[in-house]
């Protein structure tokens, strides 16, 4: 039986290129850029694409091997993160952190909790509130693969000097700031 992937048509090898994305400039208009400076800005959004791919392998992968969905993923990423600060989780933290309903936190840590990822305890201060930890088990397994694989971003960004972190990091916030959806309106209806 054949693999999705092996059914997927294959992306264009120009996804990335303006000419071909917006060839009548209706999106950017880019009639004072010379073509070497279009071409790189393609190569730089097909690297972002690049990027966004791996991410998403990662991702998939770390679902599968965990046996979880992504906001699991991502509670036990704060648990963990939570434990190695010495900070209490609590359900109202952890529905805050992934933005959802206390009811969806609570269905969500009845699963974890009944998967044996977590434990959970009376608040050692608040006598109305939970402390929600992650077992030894399931942190262990999360450092030893997905965290594994997540940390060798830290020596992606090792290799550049200070200087070109500081250029990074400031495309990349800015990036973020062109494409932030505050304030538009499509976005916030429904």
């Known amino acids: 039986m054949a693999s999705i992937k092996e059914n997927e048509a294959p992306l264009p090898r120009n996804l990335y290129d303006v000419n071909a994305a917006d060839p009548d400039s209706q999106l950017i208009d880019r009639a004072a850029m010379a073509?070497?400076?279009?071409?790189?800005?393609?190569q730089l959004m097909a690297a972002l694409g690049r990027l966004r791919v791996a991410e998403k392998e990662l991702s998939d992968a770390s679902l599968r091997y965990m046996k979880l969905n992504q906001s699991d993923m991502r509670a036990l990423h704060y648990l963990i993160v939570a434990a190695n600060t010495q900070d209490?989780?609590?359900?109202?933290?952890?529905?805050?952190?992934?933005?959802?309903?206390?009811?969806?936190?609570?269905?969500?840590?009845?699963?974890?909790?009944?998967?044996?990822?977590?434990?959970?305890?009376?608040?050692?201060?608040?006598?109305?509130?939970?402390?929600?930890?992650?077992?030894?088990?399931?942190?262990?397994?999360?450092?030893?693969?997905?965290?594994?694989?997540?940390?060798?971003?830290?020596?992606?960004?090792?290799?550049?000097?200070?200087?070109?972190r500081d250029v990074v990091i400031r495309f990349l916030d800015d990036m973020s700031q062109e494409i932030s959806l505050n304030g538009v309106a499509w976005a916030q209806q429904g």
Not at 37 to 42: P, Y
Not at 130 to 143: D, G, H, N, P, S
Request: hydrophobic share 40%.
């Open 88 to 164: 209490i989780a609590t359900p109202g933290a952890i529905a805050a952190h992934l933005k959802i309903s206390t009811a969806s936190t609570t269905k969500l840590l009845d699963r974890l909790e009944s998967a044996g990822h977590i434990i959970r305890q009376a608040h050692p201060t608040d006598r109305r509130a939970l402390a929600i930890t992650i077992t030894a088990k399931t942190r262990q397994a999360a450092m030893d693969t997905v965290g594994r694989q997540q940390a060798k971003r830290f020596y992606a960004a090792a290799r550049l000097s200070q200087a070109e």
């Open 35 to 42: 073509p070497a400076e279009i071409e790189s800005i393609g």
